[in-house]
């Protein structure tokens, strides 16, 4: 079985920094593209940004220029590099293999910024 584990998370202020780490098992990151997403309360899981096995990026509007998705194939981890966090930033960040979610959803990492 595929799984993923995140880490990383905490609580920070306002235009402060954070970056994730997520570790697969079962599967490797070179194998496909990988994804973070996100959660915030009351609302579904969105795509935050993505790497494609050529190292290509793309990101959700409201992170571009914050947030850098890298990848690590030789320690098999993907990292989400989050700067100038907003409060609207605060959610649960889950990683997973792109475009097919192929890993079980881990617990994520919790992110929470306060004004």
């Known amino acids: 079985q595929v799984q993923v584990a995140e880490s990383g998370g905490g609580m920070v202020q306002a235009g402060e920094s954070l970056r994730l780490s997520c570790v697969p098992s079962?599967?490797?990151?070179?194998?496909?593209?990988m994804a973070w997403y996100r959660q915030a309360p009351g609302k579904e899981r969105a795509l935050v940004a993505r790497?494609?096995?050529?190292?290509?990026?793309n990101y959700a509007n409201s992170v571009k220029g914050r947030f850098t998705i890298s990848r690590d194939n030789a320690k098999n981890t993907v990292y989400l590099q989050m700067n100038s966090l907003k409060p609207e930033d605060t959610a649960v960040y889950y990683c997973?293999?792109?475009?097919?979610?192929?890993?079980?959803w881990g617990q994520g990492a919790q992110v929470t910024v306060s004004s």
């Open positions: 079962g599967r490797t990151t070179d194998s496909s593209g």
């Open positions: 997973n293999f792109y475009p097919f979610s192929l890993a079980s």
């Open positions: 790497i494609n096995r050529d190292g290509a990026t």
